[in-house]
């Protein structure tokens, strides 16, 4: 049996795990380690007597792979972002930004709701984990909305679909891991999030205000706020925008010359402020504790899904199976940007059933060369190529779509973690609660995508100035 055939087989069995409920991490891992010494065993002609010394390289290989790429430095990025956002929560950060909103944009039709979205992409600056956003603003914003007369769903819904601009404004994990597997560079994808995501924002508050504006009592506005209040409630919020200017300065310096530092020291030192500023406001030892387990606990989980992966994405390298899917996908008789579309349409379908890191980390292996390959190639100029764009910005244009994809898989039944994680949150919601009040969310999300699409330039202009 040919390799490739191998690597179909084996990557059917594991998408067969997933479905059936097993963990992405170890249906990756277990996939890849079968695969390896079912591909050596094979080059050894299946003889009974070097099963054990395929088993052997096997498991040799599978054992270095990990740790050669989990000791990167642009992953030690992952933890420091996490903490950023549960140090912020416990420092008090997550109630003054929702203040500001609630007090500069609550008159609004749908006030409280657009504040909500504003004040999760505020705090998305400073989280990069869209669950822990998603969890401490069902605990803030939900209760403010149903003192105001909203539908409990629709108030559940805006949370969900706020928590997932986590994912894309930077510091965001998810965007780190992208820039790990296609070896790109870290700091220009984080640029690239910044625009996109409160691009999200804007039209997630569009969205809200449309409804509130077609549909009567659907979302009260909130008024009675004097302009010295409003600029009253500023001074608490600001030292969200004081780590944002942090990290944006230590990845890509906007006044000229050499950035001050590399993405993960912006990371350190931004978790450091936000430390300093939680113990000047009263932040006791048990809740400190709080913060590092549930930064590690999450981080945990992420190099898991990761080490699992890339003893698949080994195996899919020995399986020869990206360069297989890469031509057969240019070698398709339609128009690139079709051929793209329908692989974001696939992501959207294969997020209903997974998790937006794992999905991500078992599909750009072979996902990732075939949109390159669409384009040109990974050198090939913009004059050259079918979207109209370099090898390099068009790296970080698939990454930004394709994290946009994975926001999507937050919010999307059956597998939506961010709805989840606001049922578990509330007492009073069901998980079927938070589907229904997410989805006029879909359209919102399908009209950025498309946005993007049409317009890379909203992705490329910042990373193209560092």
């Known amino acids: 049996m040919e390799p490739i055939e191998i690597g179909i087989i084996v990557s059917g069995a594991m998408l067969v795990m997933v479905l059936l409920g097993m963990r992405v991490a170890f249906a990756a891992g277990l996939a890849g380690l079968t695969g390896l010494v079912w591909i050596f065993w094979a080059k050894f002609g299946y003889a009974p007597d070097k099963f054990g010394k ?9 054992g270095q792979v990990p740790h050669s ?3 990167s430095q642009a992953l030690s990025l992952i933890p420091t972002f996490i903490l950023i956002g549960y140090l912020a ?3 008090g950060l997550t109630q003054a930004l929702f203040e500001a909103a609630k007090r500069w944009v609550g008159w609004l039709p749908g006030g409280m709701a657009v504040a909500t979205i504003f004040a999760t992409a505020g705090f998305a600056a400073v989280s990069g984990a869209s669950v822990a956003t998603a969890a401490v603003f069902a605990r803030i914003a939900i209760p403010e909305m149903l003192k105001m007369g909203y539908d409990k769903r629709f108030a559940a819904g805006v949370v969900a679909a706020g928590g997932t601009l986590a994912s ?4 965001s994990a998810i965007l780190v891991i992208y820039a790990i597997i296609v070896e790109q560079d870290v700091g220009k994808l984080l640029l690239a999030g910044f625009i996109p995501g409160a691009f999200s924002a804007v039209i997630y508050a569009t969205l809200i205000v449309g409804l509130a504006l077609v549909i009567p009592n659907f979302g009260p506005p909130k008024g009675g706020y004097s302009w010295a209040e409003r600029f009253k409630s500023l001074p608490p919020a600001f030292p969200i925008a004081f780590v944002v200017l942090i990290i944006v300065f230590f990845i890509y310096n906007p006044f000229g010359g050499d950035a001050w530092g590399t993405p993960t020291e912006g990371g350190a030192l931004g978790a450091f402020v936000v430390f300093c500023m939680a113990v000047w406001k009263g932040m006791r030892w048990t809740q400190l504790k709080d913060a590092l387990l549930e930064s590690a606990k999450l981080a945990v989980m992420i190099f898991t899904i990761i080490w699992g992966v890339l003893i698949y994405v080994r195996f899919l390298g020995f399986a020869d199976l990206p360069r297989a899917f890469a031509e057969w996908i240019s070698g398709l008789h339609q128009p ?3 051929t793209l579309v329908l692989i974001l349409l696939a992501y959207a379908v294969l997020g209903m059933f997974m998790d937006a890191i794992g999905m991500l980390l078992l599909t750009l292996p072979v996902v990732y060369p075939a949109v390159m ?6 050198t090939v100029s913009a004059a050259d190529s079918a979207f109209g764009m370099s090898g390099p910005m068009c790296a970080i244009w698939f990454g930004i779509l394709v ?5 999507f898989c937050l919010i999307t039944p059956p597998i939506g973690l961010n709805c989840f994680v606001v049922a578990g949150v509330r007492d009073d919601l069901t998980v079927q609660d938070v589907f229904r009040g997410v989805t006029p969310f879909f359209l919102a999300d399908a009209v950025t995508i498309a946005l993007l699409i049409t317009f890379p330039w909203i992705v490329l202009w910042l990373p193209s100035l560092a």
């Open 373 to 378: 390959a669409l384009n040109g190639g990974d």
């Open 89 to 91: 929560y416990y420092a």
């Open 403 to 407: 994290v946009k994809m994975a926001e």
């Open 54 to 62: 395929a088993f052997t390289v096997s498991v040799k290989i599978a």
């Open 69 to 71: 790429k989990i000791s």
């Open 336 to 338: 690139p940007m079709l």
């Open 168 to 171: 894309m404004i930077p510091p």
